[in-house]
């Protein structure tokens, strides 16, 4: 199987504290993970594209320095959403690439409410 | 470049209806589609993808969808839908390094 986890499943912090989201890919080894964000009844957007060791790739619009992307490790990549505003609430849900052969699939994770009071 | 439009945003249906939820698309690159379940406050689920081959795609919990080029569709079907069906779907089309989603349909059966 392909599991991808996410920690944690819910989160509420005050305005102007950073909340850290973590994502780990369970049995297999990712060298490319993605975060998504969605608002209610809308669809997801890719915000970054994580690289395991080197710099995340980010979509057009979203701040790099507000949202912090690290993917140290072949399973894991953690977002840290700096200096949280109410307007960052939101659902996260991040997604693992899996490789094999030629090929590859997505693997998401179950997805991290926000919630910035 | 890659797009995938959903032309329905709410799709009510009565219990042991059939369902069809419509996606078209728009790529450049070679044709990959994927449809997605998302249940609430979870992450998504994949329910079936087309990469090649039979264009005709079975899925789980009794979907189905079939690719059609000339129309540039991938509709998603099912013959008799349960209440546990309710929920979001997404079409979604592979792009070169990532998937490029769809706005989604709500599917809500109605006992």
């Known amino acids: 199987g392909a599991v991808v986890s996410q920690h944690p499943s819910w989160v509420i912090c005050k305005s102007g504290t950073s909340v850290k989201i973590e994502c780990r890919s369970l049995?297999?080894?990712?060298?490319?993970m993605f975060w998504y964000r969605q608002f209610p009844k809308q669809s997801l957007m890719l915000m970054a594209t994580s690289n395991e060791g080197s710099k995340a790739t980010y979509e057009q619009g979203v701040e790099k320095d507000k949202f912090l992307i690290n993917h140290a490790s072949l399973t894991l990549s953690t977002l840290t959403v700096t200096s949280a505003h109410p307007e960052d609430s939101s659902f996260y849900i991040c997604?693992?690439?899996?490789?094999?052969?030629?090929?590859?699939?997505?693997?998401f994770g179950p997805g991290t409410r926000l919630t910035v009071t | 470049a890659q797009s995938v439009t959903q032309l329905d945003s709410q799709v009510p249906v009565f219990e042991e209806a059939p369902v069809e939820l419509r996606c078209n698309y728009s790529?450049?690159?070679?044709?990959?589609l994927f449809w997605y379940v998302q249940y609430p406050n979870q992450g998504l689920q994949l329910l079936l993808k087309y990469l090649s081959g039979s264009t005709l795609v079975k899925g789980i919990n009794g979907f189905e969808a079939e690719f059609n080029k000339s129309q540039t569709s991938f509709h998603l079907r099912k013959p008799s839908v349960h209440i546990s069906d309710t929920a979001e779907y997404f079409c979604?089309?592979?792009?070169?390094?990532?998937?490029?989603f769809g706005t989604g349909t709500r599917l809500t059966v109605i006992p």
């Open positions: 979604a089309v592979r792009g070169a390094n990532n998937l490029f």
């Open positions: 790529s450049s690159v070679s044709v990959y």
């Open positions: 997604s693992a690439r899996k490789v094999t052969g030629g090929s590859y699939e997505q693997y």
């Open positions: 049995d297999f080894q990712a060298t490319t």
